[in-house]
Nanobody, 123 residues
Framework: QVQLVESGGGLVQAGGSLRLSCAASRVILNRYTMGWFRQAPGQEREFVAGISWVVGSTFYADSVKGRFTISRNNAKNTVYLQMNNLKPEDTAVYYC????????????????WGQGTQVTVSS
């Protein structure tokens, strides 16, 4: 069983930055594609960013492209989401997820999920 634990959420003003971390319970980063999703109140969970394990290729939702960066540290079993120039519409619970796949998948059918971390951006 894989456990994912997110951290780094909080309250920030518009234009500010946050870095989310996702720690995995065992070595999975060299076999799993990792994704970040978010869910705002009353809305469906949506894909934000993903990174594959094969060559570390990344993919982003259009709404965050150029502002967010996903990365991973295999030695620490950790995936990061650097979020810059945050906007109020980025407010949501952010989830880390893992999928046994060789490419980034943007749908929500991932194998493992974290508990989520709240990100609130004030205007």
């Amino acid at each position: 069983q894989v456990q994912l634990v997110e951290s780094g959420g909080g309250l920030v003003q518009a234009g500010g930055s946050l870095r989310l971390s996702c720690a995995a319970s065992r070595v999975i980063l060299n076999r799993y594609t990792m994704g970040w999703f978010r869910q705002a109140p009353g809305q469906e969970r949506e894909f934000v960013a993903g990174i594959s394990w094969v060559v570390g290729s990344t993919f982003y939702a259009d709404s965050v492209k150029g502002r967010f960066t996903i990365s991973r540290n295999n030695a620490k079993n950790t995936v990061y989401l650097q979020m810059n120039n945050l906007k109020p519409e980025d407010t949501a619970v952010y989830y880390c997820a893992a999928k046994q796949a060789s490419v980034v998948v943007t749908t929500i059918d991932y194998d493992y999920w974290g508990q989520g971390t709240q990100v609130t951006v004030s205007s």
